[in-house]
């Protein structure tokens, strides 16, 4: 059902891309936007059992993935709508490609109040991420606040917001049975209210393009696991998240810095950047999210901390240039490393030629430190090497 309805939406955009003149003429506008990122990448990795202690396994390979976007938006009245979908090849030999759904909603402005209601799937005011960073044909996420689009009912009005979402309950780690149990059945949940979000941002306009903001932003959400007679039935999984993010610009130079603190953020499905042989950053055990303890066979909470700096300059219109670093650190007690945490940072340099309004060439090199991870083995490191191609209608 759900692959069915993923291709109706997509024929669907697909018709309204191709019919521009018949939707202008309802206020509907088409676009659509194509990144091609060609890389050489650099890898090293834990040292194999037969290698001596110390050793890496190093690998180099040569990709070109990327992405592109299409759909339609426009507004009449008081009513705006966005529908957008994705489209992303698939690094494999199956040579498949990946359709999603990324904007997908309508929102309402209340005439005279200032109130606007939006439905739909949105990216969420909270997400902190650099759109300058074009690496693998998307955004500079790692060790920001970031979990991509999201359904939501959404309230906001003069830079505050609160929204609510469906709750996340999938931790493998924690809701996974014991091997003598039936594996095909794991642990049940109930969510008494969903996830919620909300916050305020302060925008200073400074003549011109030059402004500066501050936003202050926090997520919650809680649910029960519902598995009786298990030793965790009614035990709560809780997580939260508390960002700041500041962005600015003046003159040539811009800039954006975020920092965040949160409890298992991962189960608020917040995007992770350690590698501990996972490679899905939304993985259902990935290290930002509660542990199940297997000794006391409690809970343990993970506290997630990190932030991320990025700066440009613009000297001339058909140039500029781009630098930013991130940092990530989760901890817990069940971790076996040294001060029980897991940690990475990544950083970028680009620069980004403007060829034509709709064309851009990105040259980019970008730096992942996965360090340490919760075993305190050595995770390696990624260099890439690459240039993006950018074009949009």
């Not at 990946?98 to 309402?108: G, V």
């Not at 074009?134 to 920001?144: S, T, W």
């Amino acid at each position: 059902m759900r692959t069915k309805a993923l291709i109706f939406s997509v024929v669907m955009s697909l018709s309204l891309v191709f019919s521009g003149v018949a939707w202008a003429e309802d206020y509907l506008k088409p676009f659509a936007n194509l990144i091609v990122w060609a890389a050489e990448n650099q890898s090293t990795s834990d040292a194999a059992s037969n290698m001596k202690s110390g050793e890496f396994d190093y690998q180099q390979d040569v990709t070109a993935p990327g992405s592109a976007n299409f759909g339609v938006e426009g507004e009449k009245n008081s009513v705006k709508l966005r529908f957008e979908a994705g489209a992303y090849p698939v690094s494999n030999p199956s040579k498949g490609s990946l359709i999603t759904l990324r904007n997908f909603w309508a929102s309402y402005m209340f005439k005279g109040s200032g109130l606007e209601l939006l439905v739909g799937n949105a990216m969420s005011p909270y997400q902190a991420y650099n759109v300058k960073d074009v690496c693998d044909g998307e955004i500079f996420a790692d060790a920001a606040a970031f979990e991509s689009y999201q359904q939501q009912i959404r309230l906001s009005m003069d830079g505050a917001y609160f929204q609510i979402m469906r709750p996340v309950t999938n931790n493998a780690d924690v809701l996974a049975r014991d091997p003598e149990d039936d594996l095909s059945s794991p642990a049940g949940t109930e969510s008494i209210i969903p996830k919620l979000a909300g916050g305020y941002t302060y925008k200073a306009e400074l003549g011109g393009r030059d402004f500066v903001s501050f936003g202050v932003n926090a997520v919650y959400q809680t649910y029960k696991i519902d598995y009786e007679g298990d030793a965790l039935d009614g035990e709560s999984i809780n997580a939260y998240l508390a960002n700041l993010i500041v962005r600015g610009s003046t003159g040539a130079f811009f800039f954006m810095a975020s920092g965040f603190y949160g409890s298992n953020m991962g189960d608020l499905g917040i995007f992770t950047n350690n590698r501990s042989g996972v490679a899905n950053p939304w993985s259902t055990t990935s290290n930002n999210r509660a542990k199940l303890d297997s000794i006391s066979g409690s809970i343990e909470d993970t506290v997630s901390w990190g932030g991320t700096a990025s700066a440009g300059i613009k000297p001339h219109d058909s140039m500029e240039f781009n630098i930013g670093f991130a940092y990530e650190r989760n901890e817990n007690d069940t971790f076996n490393s040294s001060g029980n945490r897991d940690e990475s940072m990544a950083g970028f340099v680009n620069a980004i030629f403007y060829i034509e309004d709709n064309f851009k060439i990105t040259p980019e090199v970008k730096v992942v430190d996965f360090m340490k991870g919760k075993d305190g083995e050595k995770e390696g490191r990624l260099i890439r090497y690459g240039v993006a191609f950018q074009a949009s209608i």
